[in-house]
């Protein structure tokens, strides 16, 4: 039970010649409810990301730095403050998207790594990594099957409009319920072969995509990058846990997007792995990458251009 806020108030480091800021926080601040008691993690926490810069989010256990990293990611929205998407979304509050928005967001314009991976185990590694880009437009998505429908009901009905003249040549077709039963029957069928031709189109269509699709080739490319070339078909319980957080930043990084958000990406590694994983993420810094990362281990943070505390619970600051 604490009721203390933990995060008072952060500040980012002045920077003589600063890159734009692609990614703020401002002021936001998150309780959350254990039972009946208010637990407030964030109260009034800032922070800015510059472009290309590598940010580490350093604090003890529960000082609330996957709390911050989630809003940063709008995978949760704060109480009171704002996010800002200055990189793709105009500086518009991303705590004020609709749900369309948020999944362009969380897709598009950062990336998040977990410390768990988060690997559908399901998918192989090819296509857990091109994941953020086969995720389809709600719009469409619903719209489709009905334009299909539309299609398919109408034509059949033409069709049996046609096929009811040459049953009943002498009936008349404005009057005669017959026609119109025809008709509708031709109409009906036509509409659910119109789904059906268009869901095998769409599987047929995914496998072209997965296979040989513009997204494969660029997932594949990252994924050889990764030293994983050869485990493209493996499912992600066939993996070691370096190969399956290489797997997860390769998804990460699949819609190129202008943040990677990464949680512990190493806390759950051994000494050496991990450091394989923060190397492959510096060659990716040093090729303009902007990383925000959350850890509470001091030499990791050491990867960072820039730290910012979260301390004793209390308070965020940032030291060069
Ligand atoms: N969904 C939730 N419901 C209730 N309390 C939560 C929830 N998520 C986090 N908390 C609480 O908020 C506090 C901060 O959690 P958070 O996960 O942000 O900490 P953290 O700094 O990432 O810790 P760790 O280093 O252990 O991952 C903790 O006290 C935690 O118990
Ligand atoms: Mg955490």
Redesign the pocket.
């Known amino acids: 039970m604490?009721e203390e806020p933990?995060i008072k108030s952060s500040k980012s480091t002045p920077d003589a010649d600063p890159a734009p800021v692609v990614l703020e926080a401002a002021g936001v601040r998150k309780t959350?409810?254990?039972g009946r008691v208010p637990?407030r993690?964030l109260e009034d926490a800032s922070i800015e990301v510059r472009r290309g810069e590598w940010v580490a989010i350093l604090?003890?256990?529960?000082?609330?730095?996957?709390?911050?990293l989630?809003l940063l990611g709008g995978l949760d929205r704060p109480d009171r403050g704002t996010v800002r998407d200055a990189i793709r979304h105009e500086g518009r509050d991303v705590s004020r998207f609709n749900n369309t928005e948020l999944n362009h967001y969380r897709n598009r314009s950062v990336g998040f790594v977990f410390?768990f991976y988060h690997l559908l185990p399901e998918l192989s590694v090819l296509e857990n990594a091109m994941l953020p880009c086969l995720v389809p437009n709600r719009w469409i998505a619903a719209t489709l099957p009905l334009l299909a429908a539309l299609v398919g009901g109408g034509v059949g009905a033409a069709i049996g409009f046609f096929a009811g003249e040459g049953v009943l040549p002498d009936a008349d077709v404005a009057t005669d319920p017959k026609m119109a039963v025809i008709a509708a029957v031709f109409g009906v069928l036509g509409a659910a072969l119109g789904v059906v031709l268009l869901q095998i189109g769409q599987v047929i269509g995914e496998r072209i995509r997965l296979q040989s699709g513009p997204e494969a080739a660029a997932s594949k490319a990252t994924l050889e990058e990764f030293g994983l070339g050869h485990r493209l078909r493996h499912k992600p319980s066939q993996l070691s846990g370096g190969e399956r957080q290489r797997t997860a930043i390769a998804r990460a990084l699949a819609s190129e997007p202008g943040i990677l958000l990464a949680?512990?990406p190493t806390g759950n590694l051994d000494a050496a792995t991990g450091r394989d994983i923060l190397d492959l993420l510096k060659k990716r810094h040093d090729a303009g990458l902007t990383i925000v990362m959350?850890t509470?281990d001091p030499n990791v943070a050491d990867y960072a251009d820039r730290v910012v505390r979260?301390e004793d619970g209390r308070a965020v600051e940032a030291t060069a």
Do not use: F, I, M
């Not at 604090?59 to 911050?68: E, H, I, P, V």
């Open positions: 604490n933990k959350y409810r254990l637990v993690v604090g003890a256990s529960g000082s609330g730095k996957s709390t911050l989630h410390q949680d512990e959350v509470h979260l």
